[in-house]
C-alpha cells in the first residue's frame, strides 16, 4: 500500500516566489499553481484604453489608487490578479509590498479565448466570498461589459453595456466609459 501526499502551497509562500518569467503568468488557486499565456491584442487593447479611461479619472479627482496584474491574496491558498483594480483613498493601507492584503474596490477581468468560466464563475464567486465591492467583466470579443455590485455577499448586476454603448458604472457614478473606445477593431 503506499500513501500519497498532496500539499497545497500557501499564498505565503506563493508570494515567496520570484517574479513570473517573461511571458507567463501565475495565479495560485486553491494551493496549486495556474499558468495562463499571455493576453491577444484585442484583450490587451480593450485593458489598456479602459486603463487611460478609469486612470484618468481617479488621478484628476484624487479618488485613490489604481493598477492591474498585481497579486492579490484572495484567501489562505488563492492569489489572483485582476486585469485591472482599484483601491479608494481610505482603503490604500491594504496596499503593502508584493501583495494587497485585503480586497480591492473594484476588479476588472477581461475575457480571453479560455477564460469565460474562470472570470464568471471561479473569480465571480471567489471575489465575492473575499468581499470585492465592485465586479465588472468586460468582454472584447463580444463587446459588452457587466458591472455587478456586492449585496449580502453576492453580486448583482448593476449596469451593463455593449458595442457603442457610453455607460456609467460604479463605483465611478459621474465616469461616463464610450464602450466604442475598447474595441479593436473599431466600430466602422
Same mark, same amino acid.
Given at each position: 500500500m503506499s500513501t500519497i501526499s498532496a500539499t497545497?502551497? $500557501? =499564498?505565503?509562500?506563493?508570494?515567496? #516566489? /520570484?517574479?513570473? /518569467?517573461?511571458?507567463i503568468r501565475r495565479?495560485?488557486?486553491?494551493?496549486? +499553481?495556474? @499558468?495562463?499565456?499571455? /493576453? $491577444?491584442? #484585442?484583450h490587451g487593447r480593450a485593458n489598456l484604453q479602459l486603463a487611460v +479611461?478609469?486612470?484618468?479619472?481617479?488621478k484628476t479627482r484624487k479618488l485613490g489608487e489604481?493598477? %492591474?496584474? @498585481?497579486? &492579490?491574496?484572495?484567501?489562505?491558498?488563492?492569489?489572483?490578479?485582476?486585469?485591472?483594480f482599484y483601491f479608494s483613498n481610505a482603503r490604500l493601507h491594504l496596499v503593502k509590498g508584493k501583495s494587497v492584503l485585503g480586497p480591492p474596490d473594484l476588479c476588472v477581468e477581461f !475575457?480571453?479565448?479560455?477564460?469565460?468560466?474562470?472570470?464568471?464563475v471561479e473569480k465571480? =464567486?471567489?471575489y465575492?466570498?473575499? %468581499? !470585492?465591492? &465592485?465586479?465588472? +467583466? !468586460?468582454?472584447?470579443?463580444?463587446?459588452?461589459?457587466? =458591472?455587478?455590485?456586492?449585496?449580502?455577499g453576492h453580486y448583482t448586476l448593476a449596469a451593463n453595456g455593449s458595442g457603442n454603448d457610453i455607460v456609467r458604472f460604479p463605483?465611478?457614478?459621474d465616469l461616463e466609459i464610450p464602450l466604442a473606445e475598447l474595441w479593436w477593431p473599431p466600430p466602422g
Open positions: 497545497r502551497m $500557501t =499564498a505565503r509562500q506563493f508570494l515567496e #516566489m /520570484p517574479e513570473d /518569467p517573461h511571458e495565479e495560485l488557486v486553491d494551493g496549486e +499553481i495556474v @499558468v495562463s499565456p499571455s /493576453p $491577444t491584442f #484585442m +479611461i478609469i486612470g484618468s479619472h481617479i489604481f493598477a %492591474g496584474d @498585481v497579486d &492579490n491574496t484572495v484567501s489562505k491558498f488563492t492569489v489572483r490578479r485582476p486585469d485591472l !475575457v480571453s479565448p479560455g477564460s469565460e468560466r474562470i472570470d464568471r465571480f =464567486a471567489e465575492a466570498a473575499y %468581499g !470585492v465591492a &465592485n465586479y465588472w +467583466i !468586460v468582454d472584447p470579443a463580444a463587446r459588452t461589459a457587466e =458591472a455587478y455590485v456586492l449585496k449580502d463605483p465611478f457614478p
